[in-house]
Nanobody, 122 residues
Framework: HVQLVESGGGSVQAGGSLRLSCAAS????????MGWFRQAPGKEREGVAV???????RYADSVEGRFTITKDNAKKTSSLQMNSLKPGDTGMYFC?????????????????WGQGTQVTVS
């Protein structure tokens, strides 16, 4: 079965950096779109970054130029490097996989989710 496990969250001061990782199993990792999403208290879950099977990426406007998504097909992991963090980046961060064609950045289009990792920027 599909399993996604995030790690790397924590607390950081504004302007700092964090690197999140997502270990995937239970499906052919290289074939599908992987995404990172976040949810702040009282807000809807939103797309942060996605990477398709070819390595093409797409970012939310709010993180463009600060965050970088990568995929390591050999290790079956995805990472989200987050630089120049702002308090508005605070939230629970999730990785997810879309087991279908295409690579949108909308949470509703993803099938399987990790349990999330908390990021707090103060």
């Amino acid at each position: 079965h599909v399993q996604l496990v995030e790690s790397g969250g924590g607390s950081v001061q504004a302007g700092g950096s964090l690197r999140l990782s997502c270990a995937a199993s239970g499906y052919t990792f290289s074939r599908y779109c992987m995404g990172w999403f976040r949810q702040a208290p009282g807000k809807e879950r939103e797309g942060v970054a996605v990477s398709d099977r070819y390595g093409n990426t797409r970012y939310a406007d709010s993180v463009e130029g600060r965050f970088t998504i990568t995929k390591d097909n050999a290790k079956k992991t995805s990472s989200l490097q987050m630089n120049s963090l702002k308090p508005g980046d605070t939230g629970m961060y999730f990785c997810a996989v879309r087991l279908n064609s295409g690579c949108p950045i909308f949470p509703r289009d993803f099938d399987h989710w990790g349990q999330g990792t908390q990021v707090t920027v103060s």
